[in-house]
């Protein structure tokens, strides 16, 4: 089994209500030193697969990421026992 | 400004839905490969100040991720130019 984590954040110039809400009410708690709040998903997952990468990158494509509007990056950590 | 890249994600025994929910529908498009699904939260954002560690950990625990079922951890990347 291989480790797998992929991080999904919105492209640049998207606008992100809910980074907006968690800037707004950092800087309403007296973090004004906080901008341009940005918030993505974070999927981790186990896959058992020859080709881990070939198959992360299909269903980043197909299902876990937007592509008008959303990037993806992942990281595939060796052989970690599950 | 420093670049902070915080990751919150559910604790070990937590049960995901939404996880749960994206492995049924990865297993039903042909990825039977692919077990344990994980989704957290990744926080991206910019702050002024003098100690920003200490300014992470208080908005993280104050706002940011729920204690109870939550963890977190962070990145901080060096005086990135904004």
Chains 1, 2 share one sequence.
Do not use: W
Not at 7 to 23: F, M, N, R, S, W
Not at 33 to 59: C, N, S
């Amino acid at each position: 089994m291989t480790k797998v984590s992929i991080h999904v954040t919105l492209k640049e110039g998207v606008l992100d209500p809910q980074g907006k809400a968690i800037e707004n009410s950092l800087n309403t708690l007296g973090y004004d030193g906080v901008h341009d709040v940005r918030v993505g998903k974070l999927i981790e997952m186990f896959i058992d697969h020859d080709d881990v990468e070939a198959q992360v990158k299909v269903m980043c494509d197909k299902l876990l990421a937007n592509p008008v509007i959303e990037n993806f990056t992942y990281e595939i950590e060796e052989g970690v026992a599950q």
